[in-house]
């Protein structure tokens, strides 16, 4: 195998990201076809002249996002489920129905404790106002007038594609401006993809077990009836899902909420393997996925397969949630009807932020705070996992380094709820993990916390580690 023609650029840096990149652009140009053998890393790594480590790390990357394969005595070859784009032949795409919709507002936490952990939200005292102010003033002046008017519902087109460049760089998505629609946020496109599948008739969605709960309110009111399907260290159990009715699942792949585990090879082709067996759906919640900190985080499954993936993203983990601006990454009918449910409920999404982001994006704005952001968590959650470990005996903390927080499992016995009640009287506010899990579990799941670590710095994290300590120590005596 002679010809593979990997570009890259030396001085770009991040060499094996980059081959990851090529051997992604050539499985989805055909140029590689399923089962096509690769050359082992050590000749691959002699003939572009890089470490054999680069090419190592390349090919691990590939082979947990379910691109490559790799087997004992018979090397390395590109997955059968990773396919070539061809162009979206109407026999298989779904009706969509739009539905009118109903907004519920989410839960929220305090804001009142000493130390703020309620989980999933990020550090907001980092937010780069003057730079944010900066991308709003230059879009602004740039900005013509006839662009004030009422906007492409799908979301502006500069916005479309930068989106359409960050997430194949960054989420190793297969992205075009067009099958791209911008929405309020992640929970805005879960929404209004759930609706559209209960008004086609598809009430029935599988979500994993336990899951987030502050979405549990929008499933039930877009009309959806949930088949709870188990996680565990690999993930969302296939097996389990191809047993219920659904043909629709809600997912969080490269760093489950709230367990923080990643779905492993195996089971991310099981889970296409099984979209495509019941001419099926996965609607991709990619909520924090910037955030990997012991390597490169895995693709989405989207840039598996984007005719059976709905991708949702948005930056309220990596900005803020105030800005509420987010994206769905659909086939193309989908995309259209999402398209069309924004003209018919809300005439999308406000113009200027759009332009601010994208001017963000461009100026390479993002990727320089997403890079401090990752170095700050990274150490906040090194700082709370080792503070744990010294102040609060016999907890066991899952999932990988990742996102802006921890899934704790407490002592078996111990009451979860007393637990938290006993932190917040010490000033610390946590989640407890009882509300996300489904009917079957809420009473027997082991009792755990979720950490939100994004908003203290590291030594308030290691206060608030101590108090957690002592609260469990206090209901532990009753
Ligand atoms: C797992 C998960 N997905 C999605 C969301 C909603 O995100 P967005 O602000 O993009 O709507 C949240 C918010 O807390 C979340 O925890």
Same mark, same amino acid.
């Given at each position: 195998m002679t010809d593979l023609h990997l570009p890259i650029d030396r001085a770009a840096g991040r060499l094996a990201a980059q081959i990851a990149a090529g051997f992604r652009a050539a499985i989805r140009s055909g140029r590689l076809t399923a089962g096509t053998r690769l050359p082992s890393s050590r000749d691959l790594a002699r003939d572009m002249d890089v470490s054999r480590g680069v090419v190592v790390t390349a090919y691990e990357q590939l082979i947990a996002e379910g691109f490559l394969l790799a087997r004992r005595g018979d090397g390395t070859r590109v997955a059968p489920l990773a396919r070539p784009d061809a162009p979206p032949p109407a026999a298989r795409q779904q009706a969509w129905p739009a539905e009118p919709a109903a907004e519920t507002p989410p839960g929220g936490p305090d804001g &009142?404790?000493? $130390?703020?952990?309620?989980?999933?939200?990020?550090?907001?005292?980092?937010?780069?106002r003057e730079r944010w102010a900066a991308a709003v003033r230059a879009s602004l002046r740039a900005l013509p007038n006839e662009e004030l008017g009422y906007p492409d519902p799908g979301g502006v087109p500069a916005l479309r594609a930068e989106l359409a460049g960050y997430l194949g760089r960054v989420r190793a998505a297969n992205a075009d401006p067009d099958q791209i629609v911008i929405m309020n946020g992640v929970a805005h496109g879960l929404s209004a993809v759930v609706r559209m599948l209960v008004g086609d008739g598809h009430r029935e969605l599988a979500v994993e077990d336990p899951t987030s709960n502050r979405q549990l309110p929008m499933l039930d009111a877009a009309g959806a009836r949930l088949a709870r399907v188990p996680v565990d260290a690999e993930g969302v159990d296939v097996a389990a899902l191809a047993r219920t009715e659904a043909r629709a699942i809600l997912v969080?792949? &490269?760093?489950? $909420?709230?367990?923080?585990?990643v779905l492993s090879p195996g089971r991310r082709a099981a889970l296409i393997a099984w979209a495509r067996d019941v001419d099926g759906l996965i609607i991709e919640d990619?909520?924090?996925?910037e955030f990997r900190y012991d390597r490169e985080p895995v693709g989405c499954l989207q840039g598996i397969d984007p005719d059976r993936v709905v991708l949702l993203g948005s930056v309220s983990k990596a900005l803020a949630p105030a800005l509420r601006l987010g994206w769905a990454v659909a086939p193309p009918k989908p995309a259209d009807r999402l398209r069309t449910h924004r003209a018919h409920n809300d005439l999308g999404a406000p113009v200027l932020e759009q332009h601010a982001l994208a001017a963000f994006i461009s100026t390479g704005g993002y990727d320089r705070h997403l890079r401090t952001m990752r170095r700050q968590y990274r150490a906040r959650r090194d700082v709370l996992v080792e503070a744990l470990a010294e102040h609060v005996p016999g907890v066991r903390v899952h999932g990988v380094s990742a996102g802006i927080h921890l899934y704790v499992e407490l002592p078996p016995g111990t009451d979860e709820a007393a637990v938290v009640a006993a932190a917040a009287r010490l000033g610390v506010s946590v989640g407890g993990a009882?509300?996300?899990?489904?009917p079957g579990r809420d009473g027997t799941a082991p009792p755990a916390l979720v950490l939100g670590y994004g908003r203290l710095g590291e030594s308030r994290l290691a206060q608030a580690a101590e108090l957690l300590g002592r609260a469990i120590a206090r209901e532990a005596r009753g």
């Open positions: &009142a404790f000493a $130390y703020d952990m309620w989980p999933s939200q990020p550090d907001l005292a980092a937010f780069p969080t792949p &490269a760093h489950q $909420y709230p367990t923080g585990v990619d909520y924090d996925a009882a509300g996300m899990w489904g």
